[in-house]
């Protein structure tokens, strides 16, 4: 008789791992697709400037437009980071560089998800935003937007009220890590867009290489020019030598 309830109880035991198993693989093999398909729409709803028709997360509206008029330069666009409405570069710069490198890489099993042509949008709607940030091969502005004065309210980047000032890096202002990273973003980026739009993928390399060599000839870190942003995103100034892996 023991030994018969021993045998249901590990018989028991089997078929609840084996059906937790089960559970589990299926949950795994259908929850890739989905988080790859919303992990991509979270860019889109962290789209500042004039959003396009095509546009899926439809409760977000055009924002931020007058970008840059500040220094008379156009900076609407890019992404707002972290879920508030300042736009920092140097993590931006980073996300797009993983985001382009991973779609590189990964480029068959996007395309299986139909979501290929989706992290193109996401890296272009990046990189647009870092051409218009870089008028002159020895500027960039690296910044739009006070981190402290954003943290300290909670509003809708269609309603903000805060002050997006543009603060820039350039040879009297050095910022090599930022520069670098952002040349790291736009040649892994040339090179996704090698293939499928040639003359995007050229001006991205010229931007690229432009922004390295400034790196390169103005040694410094960026949140000493732009002190707000290394409240929030510090760096250690390694960023010129994994950017030279990228460039060349």
């Not at 299926?26 to 860019?43: H, I, N, P, Q, R």
């Not at 820039?168 to 090599?176: E, F, N, S, T, V």
């Not at 410094?220 to 030598?241: K, M, R, T, W």
Request: glycine share 8%; with cysteine.
């Amino acid at each position: 008789m023991l030994t018969s309830r021993i045998m249901s109880s590990s018989n028991l035991f089997i078929f609840i791992t084996l059906s937790i198993f089960l559970f589990i693989h299926e949950a795994v093999s259908t929850d890739y697709g989905l988080a790859l398909s919303k992990s991509l729409l979270f860019y889109e709803a962290q789209r500042s400037g004039k959003l396009p028709p095509d546009q899926r997360v439809t409760w977000r509206a055009d924002s931020a437009l007058k970008d840059g008029s500040d220094v008379g330069v156009d900076l609407v666009g890019g992404y707002y980071d972290a879920g508030d409405n300042v736009k920092f570069g140097f993590p931006m710069a980073f996300t797009v560089t993983m985001l382009s490198w991973s779609t590189i890489e990964f480029k068959a099993k996007l395309a299986a998800n139909k979501e290929f042509r989706n992290a193109l949008s996401a890296i272009k709607w990046g990189t647009d935003y870092f051409l218009k940030a870089h008028p002159k091969p020895d500027v960039f502005y690296g910044q739009v937007g006070d981190g402290d004065s954003d943290h300290a309210c909670w509003q809708r980047p269609e309603d903000m009220t805060t002050p997006r000032t543009a603060f820039k890096i350039d040879a009297q202002h050095p910022g090599a890590d930022l520069a670098a990273e952002t040349a790291a973003a736009l040649a892994a980026a040339s090179i996704a867009f090698k293939n499928f739009d040639r003359k995007y993928s050229e001006t991205l390399v010229t931007h690229a290489k432009q922004l390295f060599d400034f790196a390169r000839n103005n040694p410094g870190l960026y949140q000493n020019s732009i002190p707000g942003a290394g409240n929030f995103y510090s760096s250690s100034g390694c960023e010129v030598f994994c950017s030279g892996t990228s460039v060349y």
